[in-house]
């Protein structure tokens, strides 16, 4: 029998449009070796590591009628050259021009009738550099079945780690008339289940979330307790508009030292600090618009926490990466009207505490010691749970995933940054995902075009706001 897509995998395959496209990424920037990388040399790692991915040669097949959800069989075309793509950027090879590439990229809808995922090398960054673009469509990436294809080309040495490429013989795909037997046989076994695909067959969402929120299981605790902390609904925002097709994308890049120095003087987590910088640069990036910003002013951030083992306290926690682990999300209330950045951290910490006080909070060690850990698989699974939700829920999704502290490398050459791409929901027109990475923090804000024209402001405003509370722990 076909490998089914969940009800989660299939309500975002379903409710995707194109101005929501529902596809993680990522930007790794790599210092080249002297030995030398080029397109040939990705093309050979990925197939060498692909194996470990078995997903990513598979693709979506419906089922006639949408008797039942769709299922994943092989390729039996597949193209490791459609998938693995080359570009360059023109003289000087500027990070805006990165960012704008990005942009680009992440606005384009990937091809269903291919596996969903692209992996994009770029050439002609200044100072001898290239990127790595990925994209994965968040069906693929359950934390469980598959992880993000970002993970596997990574080494922990210069040397690239010993694997096979192992000879893969693709099964033949099913015909129309297999997809309705096999529908038509799980309808009898579970007329339950059948009654719930009709409904999506219709995209009857409203009917069915209770159902999704059920059927995330082990990748997420039940939502309840995320909507009864947001039971009442997100302040009216400019965060919160209609969006378009097209994208804008913004970087931060900060050092994870300065966000330890305001925790060892001011308590609470890295975490907590971090999200009191998001919040104080909200509060500017607001006031920069000429929007109204009062004490009580507040921007409600749904921030994907993970729910397995106990809670070390470091760096904040963006989910698990290794199977049967679980992502939750809660709604914390940003001060942005609170103008003293000590205060912000207060107020944060004391929203976030009630989280790592339920003893079920995984810190960043705790994360980073998990087998499978990938930043990109954890960002994914964030942006799933989110998007589970109503969207006036919250006003922003902001995902923290902190990753290895250690230099990482693809086929000798050393990766230097690290930024998520978090997708868009409807009506929501910016993302914030920032992953830890050897001594730094790198904030990817992915942001619709029309509605975020001053994204790169606001990526100004995330540094600054982190050194308004750095000056208050330094004479």
């Known amino acids: 029998m076909t490998d089914r897509l969940s009800a989660v995998d299939a309500s975002l395959f379903y409710l995707e449009d194109s101005t929501a496209p529902q596809h993680v990424g990522g930007v790794s920037v790599f ?16 197939e060498q590591r692909i194996a470990l991915v078995p997903r990513y040669r598979q693709k979506v097949r419906e089922v006639p009628g949408r008797l039942a959800r769709p299922v994943w069989v092989d390729d039996t075309d597949f193209d490791i050259t459609y998938h693995v793509r080359r570009s360059a950027l023109p003289k000087p090879g500027s990070r805006d021009q990165l960012n704008d590439l990005v942009a680009r990229l992440t606005s384009r809808p990937l091809d269903r009738s291919r596996p969903l995922w692209e992996m994009y090398l770029v050439e002609g960054l200044a100072r001898g550099r290239f990127a790595v673009i ?7 990436v359950d934390g469980v079945a598959a992880l993000e294809i970002g993970q596997v080309i990574l080494d922990v040495t210069a040397r690239p780690r010993d694997t096979r490429e192992a000879l893969w013989m693709p099964r033949p795909e099913p015909g129309s008339v297999q997809l309705v037997a096999d529908a038509v046989r799980e309808a009898v076994q579970r007329p339950g289940e059948a009654v719930d695909t009709v409904r999506w067959a219709v995209r009857d969402a409203a009917a069915t979330v209770g159902k999704v929120a059920e059927a995330v299981g082990g990748l997420t605790q039940t939502i309840g307790g995320v909507l009864r902390t ?24 900060t050092r994870l030292e300065d966000y330890r120095k305001v925790r060892a003087v001011h308590g609470g987590t890295v975490n907590d600090v971090v999200l009191a910088v998001v919040a104080g640069a909200m509060r ?13 002013t507040t921007v409600k951030a749904m921030v994907p926490m993970s729910v397995t083992g106990q809670s070390d306290g470091v760096p904040g926690a963006g989910g698990a990466g290794s199977p049967g682990s679980q992502v939750s999300s809660f709604v914390v209330d940003l001060p942005a009207g609170e103008p003293n950045p000590v205060v912000r951290l207060s107020q944060v910490a004391h929203a976030t505490r009630a989280h790592a006080e339920s003893g079920r909070s995984v810190g960043a060690d705790t994360l980073v010691r998990m087998s499978g850990f990938a930043p990109p698989t954890l960002h994914a699974m964030g942006a799933r749970v989110a998007g589970s939700l109503a969207r006036r829920t919250f006003n922003v999704l902001v995902t ?75 004479p």
């Open 31 to 46: 210092a080249r070796p002297r030995s030398g990388f080029d397109y040939e040399a990705l093309v050979r790692l990925v």
């Open 134 to 140: 990925t994209k994965t469509h968040q069906a693929m």
């Open 284 to 296: 500017n990036w607001l006031l920069s618009r000429g929007e109204a910003v009062t004490a009580s």
């Open 230 to 253: 947001a039971a009442s609904p997100a302040p009216t925002s400019p965060l919160n508009v209609a969006i378009s097709r097209q994208r804008r994308f913004a970087v931060a890049t």
């Open 400 to 474: 923290n995933v902190p990753g290895p502290q250690l230099p990482l490398y693809a086929t000798g050459a050393k990766m230097l940054e690290m930024y998520p791409v978090v997708p868009l929901s409807r009506n929501q027109a910016l993302t914030i995902g920032l992953t830890s990475y050897d001594g730094g923090v790198y904030y990817g804000l992915n942001a619709d075009r029309d509605a975020m024209g001053d994204v790169e402001v606001l990526a100004a405003l995330i540094t600054e706001a982190l050194e308004e509370l750095v000056g208050t722990v330094t």
